[in-house]
Protein backbone atom coordinates (compact mmCIF):
# COMPACT_ATOMS: atom_id res chain seq x y z
CA UNK A 1 0.00 0.00 0.00
CA UNK A 2 1.06 3.72 -0.44
CA UNK A 3 2.30 5.92 2.89
CA UNK A 4 -0.63 6.96 4.63
CA UNK A 5 0.09 10.54 6.65
CA UNK A 6 -0.75 9.50 10.06
CA UNK A 7 -3.31 12.43 10.29
CA UNK A 8 -4.95 11.22 7.75
CA UNK A 9 -5.63 7.52 8.50
CA UNK A 10 -9.56 8.21 9.21
CA UNK A 11 -10.45 9.44 5.61
CA UNK A 12 -12.09 7.03 3.61
CA UNK A 13 -10.28 4.36 2.16
CA UNK A 14 -9.21 4.26 -1.56
CA UNK A 15 -8.36 0.73 -1.05
CA UNK A 16 -9.67 -2.12 1.59
CA UNK A 17 -7.37 -3.77 3.08
CA UNK A 18 -6.35 -6.06 6.55
CA UNK A 19 -5.58 -3.97 9.43
CA UNK A 20 -4.95 -6.78 11.92
CA UNK A 21 -6.16 -10.45 11.79
CA UNK A 22 -7.39 -13.41 14.27
CA UNK A 23 -10.05 -11.40 14.08
CA UNK A 24 -9.74 -9.89 11.10
CA UNK A 25 -10.06 -5.69 10.99
CA UNK A 26 -10.12 -4.08 7.80
CA UNK A 27 -8.79 -0.68 7.87
CA UNK A 28 -12.87 0.59 6.67
CA UNK A 29 -13.56 -1.29 9.85
CA UNK A 30 -10.48 0.45 12.17
CA UNK A 31 -11.58 4.10 10.76
CA UNK A 32 -15.26 3.40 11.41
CA UNK A 33 -14.82 2.02 14.62
CA UNK A 34 -12.36 4.92 15.62
CA UNK A 35 -15.51 7.29 14.61
CA UNK A 36 -17.95 5.67 16.57
CA UNK A 37 -15.87 5.49 19.70
CA UNK A 38 -15.43 9.13 19.16
CA UNK A 39 -18.48 10.15 18.77
CA UNK A 40 -18.88 8.08 22.06
CA UNK A 41 -16.38 10.12 23.43
CA UNK A 42 -17.71 13.26 22.93
CA UNK A 43 -21.46 12.48 24.05
CA UNK A 44 -19.83 11.59 27.26
CA UNK A 45 -18.08 15.14 27.56
CA UNK A 46 -14.87 13.08 27.71
CA UNK A 47 -11.78 15.26 28.07
CA UNK A 48 -9.10 12.96 29.42
CA UNK A 49 -9.00 9.06 29.16
CA UNK A 50 -6.24 6.40 30.59
CA UNK A 51 -5.90 3.52 27.78
CA UNK A 52 -4.66 0.45 28.62
CA UNK A 53 -4.78 -2.67 25.84
CA UNK A 54 -3.62 -5.81 25.59
CA UNK A 55 -4.86 -5.68 22.04
CA UNK A 56 -2.70 -3.61 19.70
CA UNK A 57 -5.40 -2.87 16.83
CA UNK A 58 -8.13 -2.05 19.91
CA UNK A 59 -5.30 0.56 20.89
CA UNK A 60 -5.05 2.02 17.91
CA UNK A 61 -9.00 2.43 17.77
CA UNK A 62 -9.11 3.91 21.41
CA UNK A 63 -6.31 6.47 20.48
CA UNK A 64 -7.39 7.08 17.09
CA UNK A 65 -11.13 7.71 18.77
CA UNK A 66 -9.49 10.08 21.58
CA UNK A 67 -7.56 11.89 19.07
CA UNK A 68 -10.73 12.38 16.53
CA UNK A 69 -12.72 13.45 19.60
CA UNK A 70 -10.11 15.61 21.36
CA UNK A 71 -9.59 13.54 24.11
CA UNK A 72 -6.17 13.06 26.19
CA UNK A 73 -5.02 9.92 25.55
CA UNK A 74 -2.66 9.12 28.90
CA UNK A 75 -0.85 5.73 28.22
CA UNK A 76 0.56 4.07 31.36
CA UNK A 77 3.57 2.20 31.59
CA UNK A 78 1.78 -0.49 33.55
CA UNK A 79 -1.79 -1.42 34.90
CA UNK A 80 -0.40 -2.19 38.63
CA UNK A 81 -2.27 -1.12 41.17
CA UNK A 82 -0.38 1.34 42.46
CA UNK A 83 0.63 2.95 38.65
CA UNK A 84 -3.65 3.10 38.22
CA UNK A 85 -4.17 4.01 41.28
CA UNK A 86 -1.67 7.18 41.36
CA UNK A 87 -3.17 7.98 37.70
CA UNK A 88 -7.02 7.34 38.26
CA UNK A 89 -7.68 11.06 39.79
CA UNK A 90 -6.29 12.66 36.83
CA UNK A 91 -8.78 11.08 33.92
CA UNK A 92 -12.01 11.23 33.31
CA UNK A 93 -11.95 7.00 32.35
CA UNK A 94 -10.38 3.98 31.72
CA UNK A 95 -10.75 2.74 28.20
CA UNK A 96 -9.22 -0.84 28.26
CA UNK A 97 -9.74 -4.87 26.99
CA UNK A 98 -8.48 -5.75 30.29
CA UNK A 99 -9.67 -6.01 33.95
CA UNK A 100 -7.77 -2.87 35.53
CA UNK A 101 -7.67 -2.84 39.27
CA UNK A 102 -9.64 0.46 39.11
CA UNK A 103 -13.32 0.86 39.93
CA UNK A 104 -15.25 -0.81 37.64
CA UNK A 105 -17.78 2.13 36.21
CA UNK A 106 -14.93 3.90 35.39
CA UNK A 107 -13.62 0.93 32.86
CA UNK A 108 -15.12 1.21 29.11
CA UNK A 109 -15.06 -1.17 26.89
CA UNK A 110 -14.71 -0.34 23.50
CA UNK A 111 -18.13 -1.71 22.57
CA UNK A 112 -19.73 0.93 25.46
CA UNK A 113 -18.48 3.40 23.53
CA UNK A 114 -21.26 2.24 19.72
CA UNK A 115 -24.01 3.92 20.96
CA UNK A 116 -23.82 6.80 18.98
CA UNK A 117 -23.74 8.15 15.32
CA UNK A 118 -20.52 8.26 13.67
CA UNK A 119 -18.15 11.94 13.47
CA UNK A 120 -17.37 13.14 10.35
CA UNK A 121 -14.65 11.19 8.62
CA UNK A 122 -11.72 14.17 9.12
CA UNK A 123 -8.32 14.74 9.08
CA UNK A 124 -6.56 15.31 12.42
CA UNK A 125 -5.39 18.03 14.42
CA UNK A 126 -1.54 17.30 14.41
CA UNK A 127 -0.80 19.85 17.39
CA UNK A 128 -3.50 18.13 19.66
CA UNK A 129 -1.64 16.09 22.62
CA UNK A 130 -1.22 12.74 24.21
CA UNK A 131 0.28 10.99 27.40
CA UNK A 132 2.89 8.87 27.57
CA UNK A 133 4.19 7.52 30.83
CA UNK A 134 7.71 6.08 31.21
CA UNK A 135 8.87 2.78 33.13
CA UNK A 136 10.29 4.22 35.83
CA UNK A 137 13.73 2.35 35.36
CA UNK A 138 15.88 5.42 36.47
CA UNK A 139 13.74 7.10 39.19
CA UNK A 140 9.93 8.17 39.52
CA UNK A 141 7.98 7.38 36.30
CA UNK A 142 7.11 10.62 34.14
CA UNK A 143 4.30 11.78 32.12
CA UNK A 144 5.48 12.79 28.64
CA UNK A 145 3.08 15.16 26.74
CA UNK A 146 3.91 14.82 23.09
CA UNK A 147 2.25 16.23 19.95
CA UNK A 148 0.30 13.89 17.43
CA UNK A 149 2.38 15.77 15.22
CA UNK A 150 5.59 14.94 16.89
CA UNK A 151 4.70 11.28 15.70
CA UNK A 152 4.09 11.60 12.59
CA UNK A 153 7.30 13.22 11.85
CA UNK A 154 8.95 9.86 13.88
CA UNK A 155 7.32 7.52 11.85
CA UNK A 156 7.88 8.93 8.82
CA UNK A 157 11.75 8.95 9.29
CA UNK A 158 11.64 5.28 9.98
CA UNK A 159 9.55 4.98 6.78
CA UNK A 160 12.53 7.01 5.08
CA UNK A 161 15.13 4.77 6.39
CA UNK A 162 13.69 1.61 5.90
CA UNK A 163 10.78 1.52 3.01
CA UNK A 164 10.15 -1.67 3.90
CA UNK A 165 7.84 -4.09 2.22
CA UNK A 166 4.05 -5.04 3.39
CA UNK A 167 5.12 -7.71 5.78
CA UNK A 168 3.36 -7.79 9.30
CA UNK A 169 4.70 -6.48 12.09
CA UNK A 170 4.85 -8.75 15.18
CA UNK A 171 6.57 -7.57 18.76
CA UNK A 172 7.56 -8.44 22.10
CA UNK A 173 7.36 -4.99 23.36
CA UNK A 174 4.03 -3.48 24.38
CA UNK A 175 2.59 -1.22 22.92
CA UNK A 176 1.79 0.96 25.25
CA UNK A 177 5.46 2.81 25.44
CA UNK A 178 7.45 5.52 23.26
CA UNK A 179 9.21 2.10 21.37
CA UNK A 180 6.59 -0.29 21.14
CA UNK A 181 3.79 2.70 19.87
CA UNK A 182 5.38 3.86 16.71
CA UNK A 183 6.99 0.82 15.67
CA UNK A 184 4.36 -1.92 16.20
CA UNK A 185 1.26 0.55 15.51
CA UNK A 186 1.69 4.07 14.08
CA UNK A 187 4.23 3.16 11.61
CA UNK A 188 2.70 -0.23 10.44
CA UNK A 189 -0.55 1.45 10.20
CA UNK A 190 1.06 4.87 8.04
CA UNK A 191 2.86 1.65 5.64
CA UNK A 192 -0.43 -0.95 5.51
CA UNK A 193 1.49 -3.49 7.09
CA UNK A 194 -0.62 -6.07 8.91
CA UNK A 195 -0.46 -5.37 12.72
CA UNK A 196 -0.43 -8.62 15.37
CA UNK A 197 -2.78 -7.75 17.87
CA UNK A 198 -0.90 -9.48 20.96
CA UNK A 199 2.47 -8.77 22.43
CA UNK A 200 4.45 -12.34 22.31
CA UNK A 201 6.18 -12.14 25.70
CA UNK A 202 8.14 -15.70 24.70
CA UNK A 203 10.44 -16.67 21.54
CA UNK A 204 8.22 -19.80 20.85
CA UNK A 205 5.09 -17.76 21.04
CA UNK A 206 6.37 -14.89 18.90
CA UNK A 207 7.81 -17.76 16.32
CA UNK A 208 4.36 -19.49 15.99
CA UNK A 209 2.48 -16.16 14.95
CA UNK A 210 4.97 -15.48 12.78
CA UNK A 211 5.08 -19.00 10.40
CA UNK A 212 1.56 -18.00 9.97
CA UNK A 213 2.53 -15.45 7.44
CA UNK A 214 5.53 -15.71 4.74
CA UNK A 215 7.83 -13.04 5.51
CA UNK A 216 7.71 -10.70 8.73
CA UNK A 217 9.48 -8.15 10.76
CA UNK A 218 9.95 -8.30 14.53
CA UNK A 219 9.80 -5.95 17.06
CA UNK A 220 11.65 -6.93 20.12
CA UNK A 221 13.71 -5.70 22.89
CA UNK A 222 17.35 -7.47 24.18
CA UNK A 223 15.70 -8.75 26.96
CA UNK A 224 13.92 -11.55 23.98
CA UNK A 225 16.47 -11.35 22.08
CA UNK A 226 18.53 -12.83 24.50
CA UNK A 227 16.76 -15.68 25.23
CA UNK A 228 16.26 -16.98 21.59
CA UNK A 229 18.77 -19.37 22.50
CA UNK A 230 17.92 -23.16 20.34
CA UNK A 231 14.15 -23.10 21.00
CA UNK A 232 13.56 -21.67 17.54
CA UNK A 233 13.21 -23.23 13.95
CA UNK A 234 15.61 -21.08 12.55
CA UNK A 235 15.99 -22.62 9.45
CA UNK A 236 11.54 -22.43 9.09
CA UNK A 237 12.67 -18.58 10.20
CA UNK A 238 15.74 -17.96 7.91
CA UNK A 239 14.21 -15.98 4.90
CA UNK A 240 11.24 -15.37 5.84
CA UNK A 241 12.29 -12.77 9.13
CA UNK A 242 13.33 -9.75 7.06
CA UNK A 243 13.87 -7.53 9.94
CA UNK A 244 14.42 -7.62 13.74
CA UNK A 245 14.42 -4.04 15.48
CA UNK A 246 15.39 -4.15 18.90
CA UNK A 247 15.40 -1.15 21.72
CA UNK A 248 15.43 -0.92 25.30
CA UNK A 249 18.82 -1.54 26.48
CA UNK A 250 22.55 -2.25 24.70
CA UNK A 251 22.41 -6.05 22.56
CA UNK A 252 25.41 -7.86 23.51
CA UNK A 253 27.36 -8.29 20.47
CA UNK A 254 27.50 -12.06 20.53
CA UNK A 255 23.74 -12.65 21.15
CA UNK A 256 23.82 -10.01 17.52
CA UNK A 257 26.55 -12.31 16.30
CA UNK A 258 24.42 -15.56 17.00
CA UNK A 259 21.37 -14.29 15.31
CA UNK A 260 23.59 -13.04 12.28
CA UNK A 261 24.53 -17.02 11.55
CA UNK A 262 21.56 -18.44 12.58
CA UNK A 263 19.42 -16.08 10.17
CA UNK A 264 21.57 -14.71 7.83
CA UNK A 265 20.56 -10.98 9.40
CA UNK A 266 21.72 -8.99 11.82
CA UNK A 267 19.24 -7.45 14.32
CA UNK A 268 18.82 -3.56 14.06
CA UNK A 269 19.83 -1.60 17.17
CA UNK A 270 17.33 1.56 17.96
CA UNK A 271 18.84 4.50 20.41
CA UNK A 272 16.08 7.14 22.05
CA UNK A 273 14.10 7.46 25.18
CA UNK A 274 10.79 8.12 25.96
CA UNK A 275 11.76 11.84 25.50
CA UNK A 276 13.53 12.03 22.30
CA UNK A 277 11.49 8.75 20.41
CA UNK A 278 13.98 7.05 18.15
CA UNK A 279 16.97 8.86 17.09
CA UNK A 280 19.49 6.50 16.14
CA UNK A 281 20.26 3.07 14.78
CA UNK A 282 23.34 0.62 14.48
CA UNK A 283 23.73 -3.10 13.72
CA UNK A 284 26.63 -4.41 15.46
CA UNK A 285 28.94 -2.71 16.60
CA UNK A 286 28.71 -0.24 14.27
CA UNK A 287 28.93 3.72 14.86
CA UNK A 288 25.29 4.79 15.94
CA UNK A 289 23.97 6.26 12.70
CA UNK A 290 21.20 9.54 12.97
CA UNK A 291 18.11 9.00 11.34
CA UNK A 292 16.68 11.12 8.27
CA UNK A 293 16.25 14.65 9.82
CA UNK A 294 18.27 14.11 13.10
CA UNK A 295 21.82 16.19 13.60
CA UNK A 296 23.69 14.93 16.67
CA UNK A 297 26.63 16.99 18.85
CA UNK A 298 27.57 17.56 22.15
CA UNK A 299 26.58 19.36 25.14
CA UNK A 300 29.48 20.98 27.79
CA UNK A 301 29.20 18.11 30.06
CA UNK A 302 29.64 15.39 27.23
CA UNK A 303 26.49 14.11 26.74
CA UNK A 304 24.83 13.67 23.92
CA UNK A 305 23.07 16.31 22.38
CA UNK A 306 20.17 15.02 19.42
CA UNK A 307 18.15 17.61 17.71
CA UNK A 308 14.81 16.42 15.71
CA UNK A 309 11.39 17.69 13.93
CA UNK A 310 9.91 15.55 16.86
CA UNK A 311 12.00 16.65 19.70
CA UNK A 312 11.02 19.47 22.29
CA UNK A 313 14.11 21.45 22.62
CA UNK A 314 13.97 20.48 26.58
CA UNK A 315 14.80 17.12 25.89
CA UNK A 316 17.48 17.66 23.28
CA UNK A 317 20.13 17.29 26.10
CA UNK A 318 20.27 13.23 27.10
CA UNK A 319 21.74 11.85 29.61
CA UNK A 320 24.32 9.73 27.87
CA UNK A 321 28.19 10.54 27.59
CA UNK A 322 29.12 10.43 23.90
CA UNK A 323 31.89 10.73 21.53
CA UNK A 324 31.33 12.37 17.91
CA UNK A 325 33.00 9.60 15.40
CA UNK A 326 33.51 10.31 11.24
CA UNK A 327 30.56 7.79 10.82
CA UNK A 328 28.25 8.79 13.71
CA UNK A 329 28.53 8.56 17.23
CA UNK A 330 29.70 6.02 19.97
CA UNK A 331 27.45 5.81 23.47
CA UNK A 332 29.99 5.90 26.46
CA UNK A 333 27.35 5.28 29.60
CA UNK A 334 24.76 7.23 31.26
CA UNK A 335 25.88 10.41 32.92
CA UNK A 336 22.94 9.72 35.43
CA UNK A 337 24.30 6.48 37.17
CA UNK A 338 26.12 7.83 40.29
CA UNK A 339 25.36 6.68 43.65
CA UNK A 340 26.74 8.25 46.93
CA UNK A 341 27.78 5.30 49.55
CA UNK A 342 29.18 6.97 52.42
CA UNK A 343 30.09 10.47 51.00
CA UNK A 344 32.21 8.53 48.39
CA UNK A 345 30.37 8.87 44.81
CA UNK A 346 30.61 5.54 42.96
CA UNK A 347 29.86 5.45 38.91
CA UNK A 348 27.47 2.48 38.28
CA UNK A 349 28.72 2.39 34.52
CA UNK A 350 32.41 1.80 35.81
CA UNK A 351 31.89 -1.01 37.96
CA UNK A 352 29.63 -2.84 35.78
CA UNK A 353 31.81 -2.45 33.15
CA UNK A 354 34.72 -4.16 35.41
CA UNK A 355 32.69 -6.64 35.99
CA UNK A 356 31.79 -7.75 32.49
CA UNK A 357 35.60 -7.67 31.99
CA UNK A 358 35.50 -11.35 34.16
CA UNK A 359 35.18 -14.44 31.99
CA UNK A 360 32.18 -15.41 34.52
CA UNK A 361 29.74 -12.45 33.34
CA UNK A 362 27.83 -11.81 30.64
CA UNK A 363 25.67 -9.11 31.63
CA UNK A 364 25.65 -7.24 35.19
CA UNK A 365 23.17 -4.41 36.43
CA UNK A 366 23.99 -2.65 39.48
CA UNK A 367 22.10 -0.47 42.02
CA UNK A 368 20.90 0.53 45.59
CA UNK A 369 17.85 -1.46 47.19
CA UNK A 370 15.63 1.04 48.26
CA UNK A 371 16.66 2.00 51.59
CA UNK A 372 19.35 -0.07 51.15
CA UNK A 373 22.79 1.62 52.07
CA UNK A 374 25.48 -0.81 49.76
CA UNK A 375 25.03 -2.29 46.24
CA UNK A 376 23.55 -5.02 44.73
CA UNK A 377 24.85 -6.68 41.88
CA UNK A 378 22.65 -8.56 39.32
CA UNK A 379 25.12 -10.95 37.24
CA UNK A 380 24.13 -13.16 34.14
CA UNK A 381 26.16 -15.82 33.96
CA UNK A 382 28.72 -16.67 30.96
CA UNK A 383 28.88 -20.51 29.51
CA UNK A 384 32.45 -20.34 31.87
CA UNK A 385 30.57 -18.76 34.70
CA UNK A 386 28.13 -20.96 34.58
CA UNK A 387 30.10 -23.93 34.52
CA UNK A 388 31.93 -22.93 37.65
CA UNK A 389 28.68 -22.26 39.47
CA UNK A 390 27.68 -26.14 38.37
CA UNK A 391 30.89 -27.40 39.16
CA UNK A 392 32.18 -25.30 42.31
CA UNK A 393 28.91 -23.33 43.99
CA UNK A 394 27.85 -20.00 43.75
CA UNK A 395 30.61 -19.13 47.00
CA UNK A 396 33.31 -19.89 44.26
CA UNK A 397 31.62 -17.16 41.41
CA UNK A 398 30.84 -14.30 44.04
CA UNK A 399 34.08 -14.85 45.83
CA UNK A 400 35.95 -14.72 42.27
CA UNK A 401 33.87 -11.33 41.51
CA UNK A 402 34.47 -9.80 44.83
CA UNK A 403 38.58 -10.60 43.99
CA UNK A 404 38.72 -9.03 40.57
CA UNK A 405 36.53 -5.88 41.42
CA UNK A 406 38.26 -5.21 44.82
CA UNK A 407 41.93 -5.43 43.21
CA UNK A 408 40.51 -2.22 40.99
CA UNK A 409 37.93 -0.38 43.41
CA UNK A 410 37.73 0.44 46.93
CA UNK A 411 35.46 -1.58 49.20
CA UNK A 412 32.78 0.77 49.10
CA UNK A 413 31.79 -0.53 45.33
CA UNK A 414 31.90 -3.95 45.87
CA UNK A 415 28.34 -5.12 45.87
CA UNK A 416 27.17 -6.55 49.37
CA UNK A 417 24.52 -8.28 48.01
CA UNK A 418 24.48 -10.44 44.93
CA UNK A 419 22.05 -12.44 42.61
CA UNK A 420 23.03 -14.85 39.86
CA UNK A 421 21.03 -15.29 36.14
CA UNK A 422 21.79 -16.93 33.19
CA UNK A 423 19.56 -13.64 31.63
CA UNK A 424 19.31 -10.43 33.40
CA UNK A 425 15.46 -9.64 34.48
CA UNK A 426 13.92 -7.06 32.14
CA UNK A 427 10.22 -5.65 31.54
CA UNK A 428 8.56 -6.26 27.77
CA UNK A 429 10.69 -2.92 27.22
CA UNK A 430 13.77 -4.24 27.91
CA UNK A 431 13.87 -2.31 31.05
CA UNK A 432 14.52 -2.95 34.56
CA UNK A 433 12.81 0.08 37.17
CA UNK A 434 14.06 0.46 40.39
CA UNK A 435 10.86 -2.02 42.32
CA UNK A 436 11.96 -4.68 39.65
CA UNK A 437 15.46 -4.48 40.35
CA UNK A 438 14.46 -4.24 44.26
CA UNK A 439 12.18 -7.59 43.43
CA UNK A 440 15.52 -9.67 41.65
CA UNK A 441 17.72 -8.60 44.85
CA UNK A 442 15.43 -10.01 47.00
CA UNK A 443 14.58 -13.04 48.01
CA UNK A 444 16.08 -15.89 45.99
CA UNK A 445 13.87 -17.82 44.09
CA UNK A 446 11.99 -20.97 45.42
CA UNK A 447 11.01 -22.18 42.20
CA UNK A 448 11.55 -21.85 38.41
CA UNK A 449 8.94 -19.79 36.19
CA UNK A 450 6.75 -21.94 34.42
CA UNK A 451 5.84 -21.29 30.86
CA UNK A 452 3.28 -23.43 28.95
CA UNK A 453 4.02 -25.53 26.06
CA UNK A 454 1.28 -27.47 25.34
CA UNK A 455 0.89 -29.30 22.07
CA UNK A 456 -1.81 -29.50 19.41
CA UNK A 457 -4.57 -31.47 20.03
CA UNK A 458 -3.34 -31.88 23.71
CA UNK A 459 -5.83 -33.32 26.26
CA UNK A 460 -7.54 -31.57 28.09
CA UNK A 461 -6.46 -33.14 31.08
CA UNK A 462 -2.84 -33.08 29.89
CA UNK A 463 -0.13 -29.99 30.55
CA UNK A 464 3.25 -29.25 29.48
CA UNK A 465 5.90 -26.61 30.77
CA UNK A 466 9.14 -25.36 29.82
CA UNK A 467 11.13 -24.65 33.27
CA UNK A 468 14.50 -22.57 33.11
CA UNK A 469 16.01 -23.53 36.45
CA UNK A 470 17.54 -20.56 38.02
CA UNK A 471 20.93 -20.12 38.90
CA UNK A 472 20.33 -18.54 42.26
CA UNK A 473 17.54 -21.01 43.24
CA UNK A 474 17.34 -21.11 46.92
CA UNK A 475 17.82 -24.67 47.78
CA UNK A 476 21.11 -24.26 46.09
CA UNK A 477 22.58 -23.78 49.62
CA UNK A 478 21.96 -26.76 51.07
CA UNK A 479 21.70 -28.87 48.23
CA UNK A 480 24.50 -28.68 47.52
CA UNK A 481 26.61 -25.49 47.92
CA UNK A 482 30.17 -26.68 46.00
CA UNK A 483 27.53 -29.03 43.09
CA UNK A 484 24.22 -27.24 42.98
CA UNK A 485 21.29 -29.42 42.24
CA UNK A 486 17.44 -29.39 42.70
CA UNK A 487 16.34 -31.19 45.76
CA UNK A 488 13.61 -34.12 44.50
CA UNK A 489 11.35 -32.88 47.12
CA UNK A 490 11.02 -29.33 45.36
CA UNK A 491 10.55 -31.06 42.00
CA UNK A 492 7.51 -32.78 43.69
CA UNK A 493 6.02 -29.64 45.06
CA UNK A 494 6.77 -27.99 41.20
CA UNK A 495 4.63 -30.40 39.87
CA UNK A 496 2.00 -30.76 43.13
CA UNK A 497 1.46 -26.72 42.74
CA UNK A 498 1.10 -26.66 38.87
CA UNK A 499 -1.40 -29.80 38.61
CA UNK A 500 -3.20 -27.92 41.82
CA UNK A 501 -3.68 -24.73 39.75
CA UNK A 502 -4.34 -25.95 36.33
CA UNK A 503 -5.46 -29.55 35.91
CA UNK A 504 -7.02 -30.56 40.06
CA UNK A 505 -8.14 -27.31 42.23
CA UNK A 506 -8.82 -29.65 44.95
CA UNK A 507 -5.75 -31.72 44.58
CA UNK A 508 -4.49 -33.19 48.47
CA UNK A 509 -0.96 -34.62 48.62
CA UNK A 510 -1.78 -38.56 50.21
CA UNK A 511 1.47 -40.12 49.40
CA UNK A 512 3.65 -40.87 45.81
CA UNK A 513 4.28 -43.99 43.69
CA UNK A 514 6.46 -44.73 41.43
CA UNK A 515 8.95 -42.32 41.91
CA UNK A 516 12.07 -42.19 40.07
CA UNK A 517 15.30 -40.06 39.71
CA UNK A 518 17.50 -40.73 36.94
CA UNK A 519 19.15 -37.19 36.12
CA UNK A 520 20.30 -34.31 37.89
CA UNK A 521 18.63 -31.34 37.41
CA UNK A 522 21.34 -28.48 37.65
CA UNK A 523 21.95 -24.44 37.58
CA UNK A 524 20.80 -23.69 33.88
CA UNK A 525 19.24 -26.33 32.57
CA UNK A 526 16.22 -26.10 30.71
CA UNK A 527 13.71 -28.72 32.09
CA UNK A 528 10.31 -29.97 30.14
CA UNK A 529 7.28 -31.13 32.63
CA UNK A 530 4.92 -32.97 31.90
CA UNK A 531 1.46 -33.41 33.96
CA UNK A 532 -1.64 -35.78 33.27
CA UNK A 533 -4.61 -35.97 35.73
CA UNK A 534 -6.00 -39.32 35.94
CA UNK A 535 -9.66 -39.03 37.02
CA UNK A 536 -10.55 -42.67 37.59
CA UNK A 537 -7.33 -43.88 39.50
CA UNK A 538 -7.53 -39.92 41.30
CA UNK A 539 -3.57 -39.34 40.34
CA UNK A 540 -1.25 -37.10 38.67
CA UNK A 541 1.75 -38.52 36.92
CA UNK A 542 4.42 -36.07 36.36
CA UNK A 543 7.50 -36.25 34.78
CA UNK A 544 10.81 -33.80 33.96
CA UNK A 545 13.14 -33.82 31.06
CA UNK A 546 15.85 -32.05 29.72
CA UNK A 547 17.15 -32.30 25.71
CA UNK A 548 14.59 -35.36 25.90
CA UNK A 549 16.11 -37.43 28.23
CA UNK A 550 14.67 -38.45 32.01
CA UNK A 551 15.01 -36.76 35.05
CA UNK A 552 12.09 -37.81 37.46
CA UNK A 553 8.75 -39.10 37.57
CA UNK A 554 5.99 -40.06 39.52
CA UNK A 555 2.63 -40.33 40.29
CA UNK A 556 0.96 -37.84 43.16
CA UNK A 557 -2.06 -39.74 45.24
CA UNK A 558 -5.19 -37.63 45.74
CA UNK A 559 -6.93 -37.38 49.15
CA UNK A 560 -7.12 -40.62 50.85
CA UNK A 561 -6.32 -43.09 47.66
CA UNK A 562 -3.61 -45.19 48.19
CA UNK A 563 -4.80 -47.97 46.10
CA UNK A 564 -2.36 -49.44 43.31
CA UNK A 565 -1.94 -48.33 39.84
Given amino acids: MAWTPLTRLLLPATAIAPLADEPLLTRDAFAQASLRMAAGLHARATRRAALWFDDAANLACALFACWRAGVVAVLPGDCQAHTCASLDPTVD ?19 DLQDHPPLEPAELDASLTLVLCTSGSSGTPKHIVKQWRQLAQEVHALQQQWPDTDSPVLGSVSAQHMYGL ?41 ALLRRLGQRLDWAGLRGRLTRIHSSGGALPQDVS ?28 SSDWQP ?38 FQLLGRLDRIVKIEEKRISLPMVEQALMRHAYVADARLGKLAGGARLAALVALSPRGLHTL ?21 SLAVPRTWRLFQHLPANAQGKLPQAEFDAAAGPRPAAP ?20 IPCDLTYFSGHF ?9 AQIGWALALGKRDLRPGLRFAGMEALKFQRLLRPGDSAVLALKWDEARQKLYFAFTVGGAPCSSGRVLQGEDHGGA
Fill in 481 to 489: PTAPVVPGV
Fill in 257 to 284: DHIERSLGLRPTEIYGSSETGAVAWRTG
Fill in 93 to 111: AWLTDADLPVPGQRQWRLE
Fill in 182 to 222: PFRVLWPLCAGRLIDRRQRLYPEDLQQASLRHPSFTWIASP
Fill in 291 to 328: LPGVEAGLGGDGALRVRAPWISATEEHTADGAEITAHG
Fill in 449 to 468: VAVAADLPGQPDNERRYTLD
Fill in 390 to 410: RNQGRKAVIDALRAHLAAGFE
